[in-house]
């Protein structure tokens, strides 16, 4: 029931703002692209040997290059698409979709709105603070919230769990900063949450 609220609210507070009259602009191509090769990062844990829960989530990622009203809808599309691929239940898609899209995808909006608020606006705040950092705490922390709901994860222990979460968060971090480093210098259009006004402005005298 938890999971089914969270997802109803997340939908309809992103839907109310139209975000789809974005993909008139360049973020049409991100999206399209998410859409075809997101599904299958999402279906690792199903496809490698078991034991290896491996997951690559690309929420943190999606939100700096698409906002967080238009990543919403196009992470239930790709929680969808899992559903129609894979071989698990609803329910499990659900969760997959809440915990690794949803939420990571909304702490990693209130982490970049601190850091605008608290830092001044720098390249570096950017690529290394929303980038870098911001995703490893946000799938941490998503990671976190789950196991504390769920203590589920292969029969270890809670401590131990929470150790693989923290690991975990660090790839999809690395891979996060790297993409928003090189988006930065070679196809800023492709980020909403990029400003050339606000990050490459020189200093005040």
Same mark, same amino acid.
């Given at each position: 029931m938890l999971e089914i609220t969270l997802? #109803?609210?997340a939908l309809v507070a992103a839907l109310i703002v139209r975000p789809w009259r974005l993909l008139r602009g360049p973020l049409l191509g991100p999206t399209l692209a998410a859409l075809v090769l997101l599904p299958w990062f999402w279906l690792l844990p199903q496809k490698l040997p078991a034991g290896m829960a491996v997951q690559f989530s690309g929420a943190s990622l999606l939100v700096l290059m698409l906002g967080w009203p238009l990543a919403v809808p196009v992470l239930a599309l790709v929680a969808l698409a899992v559903w129609a691929i894979g071989g698990t239940s609803a329910e499990a898609v659900l969760s997959q979709w809440v915990w690794v899209g949803l939420v990571p995808a909304t702490l990693a909006l209130a982490i970049g709105a601190a850091l605008r608020r608290w830092l001044p606006p720098n390249v570096f705040i950017y690529t290394l603070?929303? =980038? *870098? /950092? =911001?995703?490893? @705490? #946000?799938? *941490? +922390?998503?990671?976190? /919230? &789950?196991? =504390?709901?769920?203590h589920l994860m292969g029969g270890v222990t809670l401590h131990e769990a929470l150790v693989a979460r923290w690991l975990m968060a660090w790839g999809?971090? *690395? /891979?996060?900063?790297? %993409?928003?480093?090189? *988006? @930065? #210098? %070679? +196809?800023?259009q492709w980020l909403a949450t990029w400003s050339d006004e606000? &990050? /490459?402005?020189p200093p005040a005298r």
């Amino acid at each position: 029931m938890l999971e089914i609220t969270l997802s #109803a609210v997340a939908l309809v507070a992103a839907l109310i703002v139209r975000p789809w009259r974005l993909l008139r602009g360049p973020l049409l191509g991100p999206t399209l692209a998410a859409l075809v090769l997101l599904p299958w990062f999402w279906l690792l844990p199903q496809k490698l040997p078991a034991g290896m829960a491996v997951q690559f989530s690309g929420a943190s990622l999606l939100v700096l290059m698409l906002g967080w009203p238009l990543a919403v809808p196009v992470l239930a599309l790709v929680a969808l698409a899992v559903w129609a691929i894979g071989g698990t239940s609803a329910e499990a898609v659900l969760s997959q979709w809440v915990w690794v899209g949803l939420v990571p995808a909304t702490l990693a909006l209130a982490i970049g709105a601190a850091l605008r608020r608290w830092l001044p606006p720098n390249v570096f705040i950017y690529t290394l603070g929303r =980038g *870098f /950092l =911001g995703t490893a @705490v #946000a799938l *941490f +922390a998503s990671g976190a /919230l &789950y196991e =504390g709901i769920h203590h589920l994860m292969g029969g270890v222990t809670l401590h131990e769990a929470l150790v693989a979460r923290w690991l975990m968060a660090w790839g999809d971090a *690395f /891979l996060t900063g790297l %993409f928003a480093a090189v *988006f @930065v #210098a %070679f +196809a800023p259009q492709w980020l909403a949450t990029w400003s050339d006004e606000r &990050y /490459l402005r020189p200093p005040a005298r």
